[in-house]
């Protein structure tokens, strides 16, 4: 299986910041690649996708960047509704692996 | 628009077997897969496995093989994920997700809490 090291694990940052999320595969998965912002007790919800592309809908203060096996999920300017806790998930290979997640917390 | 409306909360003894469903709208449901994802409390996300609604084909994951069926019902445009000889540490929010090779993911149903406890 591919192995999704993701991180920070959290993170703490204040409404304004500029963060970002980064997520490491254990073998090479072209483009093939998500990102997901998940709130309590809501499903997921895709921002990107194919690693770069934005989710209709989705603000433009998302980006998400990378191929091969480092992918960066940035935010420009954290708003109020962004903390949340956001997931990356490859689909290149069986099975489909999330990353570990990473809790984005206001300071 | 695209929906997938998932059967309520459940509650399970071990040993038991629960059966999710989740209700597809809003596109020609033969035309994707679904997938099963599972979210044990506090904790991240499972895949479970993957059904085709086209030919009924499924991929499992490997720990899960021989406890879990997946099945549809293309006459609703439902699926069916089916749990067997549960433990407590199958408890957990189970989701459903449209699924395909060129568009993972995209969609998915509000979730299902089963909790499994004697």
């Known amino acids: 299986d591919i192995q999704m090291t993701q991180s920070p694990s959290s993170l703490s940052a204040s409404v304004g910041d500029r963060v970002t999320i980064t997520c490491r595969a254990s073998?090479?998965?072209?483009?093939?690649l998500g990102w997901y912002q998940q709130k309590p007790g809501k499903a997921p919800k895709r921002l990107i996708y194919a690693a770069s592309s934005l989710q209709s809908g989705v603000p433009s203060r998302f980006s998400g960047s990378g191929s091969g096996t480092e992918f960066t999920l940035t935010i420009s300017s954290l708003q109020p509704e962004d903390f949340a806790t956001y997931y990356c998930l490859q689909h290149n290979s069986y099975p489909p692996t999330f990353g570990q997640g990473t809790r984005l917390e206001i300071k | 628009q695209v929906q997938l409306v998932q059967s309520g909360a459940e509650v399970k003894k071990p040993g038991a077997s629960v059966k999710v469903s989740c209700k597809a709208s809003g596109y020609t449901f033969t035309s994707y897969g679904i997938s099963w994802v599972r979210q044990a409390p506090g904790q991240g996300l499972e895949w479970m496995g993957w059904i085709s609604a086209y030919n009924g084909n499924t991929n499992y994951a490997q720990k899960l093989q021989g406890r879990v069926t997946m099945t549809t019902d293309t006459s609703t445009s439902t699926a069916y994920m089916e749990l067997r000889s549960l433990r407590s540490d199958d408890t957990a929010v189970y989701y459903c997700?449209?699924?395909?090779?060129?568009?993972?993911?995209?969609?998915w149903g509000q979730g299902t809490l089963v909790t499994v406890s004697s």
């Open positions: 073998q090479g998965i072209r483009n093939d």
């Open positions: 997700a449209r699924d395909s090779y060129l568009e993972p993911f995209p969609y």
